[in-house]
C-alpha cells in the first residue's frame, strides 16, 4: 500500500480485524529526518482480516518502523512487522511441526 489512502486502508483493516487493538511503543529513537519506532500491537480478532474469518484468538504482534519526517509530516516510511507471526496465531498458516 502506498500514501495516505494504503495506510488508511491498512489502519481500516486492522480496525475491523481487531477492534480492541493496542500498539504499545516499546522505543522511540530520533536522529535528524529519521525516526524509528518499536512497537508490540495486541488484540482479539472479532472480524473479518484479510479475508480470515473472526477467530476470536488473541494476538501479540512486533513491528519495527522508521520513518523520515520533513516539516512534521512522513515523507517515507519503512516498515518490517511479524506478518508471518500474525497470521500463524490466527491458524491461518500452521507454525513449525505442525500438522
Not at 504499545?24 to 525516526?35: L, N, Q, T
Not at 512486533?62 to 508471518?84: G, K, M, P, Q, Y
Request: charged share 25%.
Amino acid at each position: 500500500m502506498r500514501g495516505a489512502e494504503g495506510l488508511k486502508r491498512v489502519a481500516e483493516g486492522f480496525r475491523v480485524g481487531f477492534p480492541d487493538r493496542r500498539v504499545i511503543v516499546e522505543d522511540a529513537i530520533s536522529e535528524g529526518e529519521k525516526v524509528a519506532v518499536r512497537v508490540t500491537q495486541q488484540g482479539t480478532n472479532e472480524g473479518v482480516f484479510q479475508g480470515i474469518n473472526p477467530t476470536g484468538k488473541r494476538v501479540n504482534v512486533t513491528a519495527i518502523a522508521i520513518f523520515r519526517v520533513v516539516n512534521d509530516r512522513i515523507a517515507e516510511e519503512w516498515l518490517s512487522s511479524d506478518h508471518l507471526g500474525l497470521l500463524q496465531q490466527l491458524g491461518a498458516i500452521p507454525t513449525y511441526g505442525s500438522r
